[in-house]
């Protein structure tokens, strides 16, 4: 199994990124997938999750600015970030996670993860 990240830029506050995760060895369209985010000196914390219908669950803080996307045919996992935040840069990771309960904003911890890409780095200057 693999997960490569990529799309990670320096930018300025208010610009965009698309985030890219390719996968390889093992059926992506039936997993769950997610990206997490782990700023300076903060835990490492789940910003959207992905089941295999494609529903999403985003977290509070990046509402309104991010989106979780799949492309099963391709086995790629997008976040597209909007409307860029000082607070929001940080190493960015895709996840393959466990399947969940991930409706009503719920997002998987670290304990539903089975493999880590690694990591694509997201700086925003204001």
């Known amino acids: 199994i693999q997960l490569v990240d990529s799309g990670g830029a320096s930018v300025q506050s208010g610009g965009s990124l698309r985030l890219s995760c390719a996968t390889s060895?093992?059926?992506?369209?039936?997993?769950?997938m997610a990206w997490f985010r782990q700023g300076v000196g903060k835990e490492r914390e789940a910003v959207a999750v992905m089941d295999a219908a494609s529903r999403s669950s985003i977290a509070t803080s990046v509402q309104g600015r991010f989106t979780i996307a799949r492309d099963n045919e391709k086995s790629i996992l997008y976040l597209d970030m909007d409307n860029l935040k000082s607070e929001d840069s940080g190493m960015y990771y895709c996840?393959?996670?466990?399947?969940?309960?991930?409706?009503?904003?719920?997002?998987?911890?670290?304990?539903?993860?089975?493999?880590w890409g690694q990591g694509t780095q997201v700086t925003v200057s204001s």
């Open positions: 996840a393959l996670v466990g399947c969940d309960d991930y409706t009503g904003g719920r997002l998987p911890t670290r304990g539903h993860v089975a493999r």
């Open positions: 060895g093992f059926t992506f369209r039936r997993n769950c």
